[in-house]
C-alpha cells in the first residue's frame, strides 16, 4: 500500500510509539486521523501538523466513539487505508503482592484496553476499508497491531499486559487469514524496550539498567525506529499474518 496519499488511522497516535507513527507516515504524505483518550496531547498534536491531520478523542474500548471516530475519518478524507493500534496501557502488579491481591478490575481493565480495544478499532477499520477500490495485487488496506516481547517472556508483575498482549497476538493470524480474501493485510509487531511517556515511571538509573541487558544496540529503543517499521509494514505486500519482534534480541528474564 503506498502511503502518500493514503488516510492512516492511529490509535494512541497522540504520545509515544503512535506519535512517532503519526509524525512519520503524515511526514511521508499520508492523511492522519489520531485517537487517543489525551484530548490535551492530541490537540498539541495536530495543532503543530496543522493539516491532512484530524484528532478525535476517544476511549478505544468504547464502541460507540470509536464507530464515531472511523465515521469521521472517512467523512473527512472519504476512505481509510491503513490502521495502526498503538492505545495501550501497561501496568505492572503482582498477582499476589506485598499489597494484597490484585484487583479483578486491574486485570479485566488491562485486557478491556489492550486487547478488546485494539480488535475494536481493527474489526471497524476493515469494515471502512471494505469500500475501497482495489489496489495492485488487489490490496484494499493493512491492519498493524502493536504486541509487546511480554507476550512471550512476561515478567513478575506482567501478568496481565502479558496475557492482553499474548491476545493480541493470536489474533493475528485468524484475522490475516479472513481478511486475505477482501485484501486486507494484518500484521503485529512486538517491541522490546522503547524510550516513549510509558516509560516515565522508571527512573534514568533503571531505564540504563534495562538498556544494558539489550544485546545490541544497548539502548532502548527510538519510537522512529517503530514508525519506520510501520512504514515498511505498509509498503511490503508479502508481510501478512505474523508477528514481528523489534527488540535488538532482547529475551527478557523473569525479573
Ligand atoms: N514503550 C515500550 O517500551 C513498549 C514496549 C512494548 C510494547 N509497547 C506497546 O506500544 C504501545 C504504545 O506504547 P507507548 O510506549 O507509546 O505508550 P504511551 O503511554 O506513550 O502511549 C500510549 C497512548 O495510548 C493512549 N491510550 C491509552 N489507553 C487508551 C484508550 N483506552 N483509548 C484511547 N487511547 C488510549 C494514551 O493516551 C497514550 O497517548 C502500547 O500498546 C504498549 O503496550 C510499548
Same mark, same amino acid.
Given at each position: 500500500?503506498?502511503?502518500?496519499?493514503?488516510?492512516?488511522?492511529?490509535?494512541? /497516535?497522540?504520545?509515544?510509539?503512535? @506519535?512517532?507513527?503519526? +509524525?512519520?507516515?503524515?511526514?511521508?504524505?499520508? $492523511? *492522519? *486521523?489520531?485517537?487517543?483518550?489525551?484530548?490535551?496531547?492530541?490537540?498539541?498534536?495536530?495543532?503543530?501538523?496543522?493539516?491532512? #491531520?484530524?484528532?478525535?478523542?476517544?476511549?478505544?474500548?468504547?464502541?460507540?466513539?470509536?464507530? =464515531?471516530?472511523?465515521?469521521?475519518?472517512?467523512? =473527512?478524507? &472519504?476512505?481509510?487505508? #491503513?490502521?495502526?493500534?498503538?492505545?495501550?496501557?501497561?501496568?505492572? =502488579?503482582?498477582?499476589?503482592?506485598?499489597?494484597?491481591?490484585?484487583?479483578?478490575?486491574?486485570?479485566? &481493565?488491562?485486557?478491556?484496553? $489492550?486487547?478488546? /480495544?485494539?480488535?475494536?478499532? *481493527?474489526?471497524?477499520?476493515? !469494515?471502512?476499508?471494505? #469500500?475501497?477500490? +482495489? &489496489?495492485?495485487?488487489? @490490496?484494499?488496506?493493512?491492519?498493524?497491531?502493536?504486541?509487546?516481547?511480554?507476550?512471550?517472556? /512476561?515478567?513478575?508483575?506482567?501478568?496481565?499486559?502479558?496475557?492482553?498482549?499474548?491476545?493480541?497476538?493470536?489474533?493475528?493470524?485468524?484475522?490475516? +487469514?479472513?481478511?486475505?480474501?477482501?485484501?486486507?493485510?494484518?500484521?503485529?509487531?512486538?517491541?522490546?524496550?522503547? $524510550?516513549?511517556?510509558?516509560?516515565?515511571?522508571?527512573?534514568?538509573?533503571?531505564? !540504563?539498567?534495562?538498556?544494558?541487558?539489550?544485546?545490541?544496540?544497548?539502548?532502548?529503543?527510538?519510537?522512529? !525506529?517503530?514508525?519506520?517499521?510501520?512504514?515498511?509494514?505498509?509498503?511490503? +505486500?508479502?508481510? $501478512?499474518?505474523? *508477528? #514481528?519482534?523489534?527488540?535488538?534480541?532482547?529475551?527478557?528474564?523473569?525479573?
Amino acid at each position: 500500500m503506498q502511503i502518500e496519499n493514503r488516510t492512516a488511522f492511529i490509535t494512541g /497516535g497522540a504520545s509515544g510509539l503512535g @506519535e512517532a507513527v503519526t +509524525r512519520h507516515l503524515h511526514s511521508l504524505g499520508a $492523511n *492522519v *486521523v489520531v485517537v487517543d483518550r489525551s484530548a490535551k496531547r492530541g490537540h498539541a498534536l495536530q495543532e503543530a501538523l496543522a493539516e491532512r #491531520i484530524l484528532f478525535v478523542p476517544a476511549d478505544v474500548a468504547e464502541e460507540e466513539s470509536m464507530s =464515531k471516530a472511523v465515521r469521521l475519518a472517512v467523512e =473527512k478524507f &472519504e476512505a481509510l487505508h #491503513i490502521a495502526v493500534c498503538c492505545a495501550g496501557i501497561a501496568p505492572a =502488579k503482582r498477582v499476589l503482592g506485598r499489597d494484597g491481591i490484585m484487583p479483578l478490575e486491574l486485570f479485566a &481493565e488491562t485486557i478491556q484496553v $489492550n486487547l478488546v /480495544g485494539c480488535f475494536n478499532a *481493527v474489526r471497524l477499520a476493515a !469494515e471502512a476499508m471494505m #469500500i475501497n477500490a +482495489r &489496489e495492485g495485487d488487489g @490490496e484494499r488496506g493493512v491492519v498493524i497491531m502493536t504486541s509487546s516481547i511480554a507476550a512471550r517472556e /512476561g515478567q513478575v508483575g506482567q501478568a496481565a499486559y502479558a496475557a492482553s498482549k499474548g491476545g493480541v497476538d493470536s489474533l493475528t493470524l485468524p484475522l490475516a +487469514r479472513e481478511f486475505s480474501p477482501l485484501g486486507i493485510r494484518v500484521m503485529t509487531i512486538a517491541p522490546g524496550l522503547f $524510550n516513549t511517556p510509558m516509560m516515565d515511571s522508571i527512573s534514568d538509573e533503571a531505564k !540504563e539498567s534495562l538498556a544494558g541487558q539489550i544485546p545490541f544496540p544497548q539502548r532502548l529503543g527510538r519510537p522512529v !525506529e517503530f514508525a519506520r517499521l510501520v512504514a515498511e509494514v505498509i509498503g511490503n +505486500r508479502m508481510l $501478512n499474518g505474523s *508477528v #514481528i519482534r523489534l527488540d535488538g534480541a532482547l529475551r527478557m528474564g523473569p525479573k
